[in-house]
Nanobody, 123 residues
């Protein structure tokens, strides 16, 4: 059993930056960030393989976010720059322990989820 504990997030003005962290209690393989806005489905944001050799982002990000990880700390980060009101959502980190073959953008790929953290971007 792996627990994911998220930190960061909060309220920021449009154009500002935030960094989210997600610390895992044990070893994980691929880790990802998703988000869910009110009334909308959970949406893939970014993925990072354990080695860091594979990194993927949602097309809508347009280079504004960066995912990174520190395997020594079992922690993944999401640096969010040039935030827009449309980025307002609850952000979740996710971790896979065993690759079940689902695509990296598919929530079903992941075995564990963080508790979620609110990001609110004001205009």
């Amino acid at each position: 059993q792996v627990q994911l504990v998220q930190s960061g997030g909060g309220l920021v003005q449009a154009g500002g930056s935030l960094r989210l962290s997600c610390a895992a209690s044990g070893r994980t393989e691929g880790m990802a960030w998703f988000r869910q806005a009110p009334g909308k489905q959970r949406q893939f944001v970014a993925f990072n393989s354990r080695s860091g050799s594979k990194t993927y982002y949602a097309d809508f990000l347009k280079g504004r976010f960066t995912i990174s990880r520190d395997n020594a700390k079992n922690t993944v980060y999401l640096q969010m720059n040039s935030l827009e009101p449309e980025d307002t959502a609850v952000y979740y980190c996710a971790a896979e322990v065993n690759n079940n073959g689902a695509a990296y953008y598919n929530a079903l790929r992941y075995d564990y989820w963080g508790q979620g953290t609110q990001v609110t971007v004001s205009s």
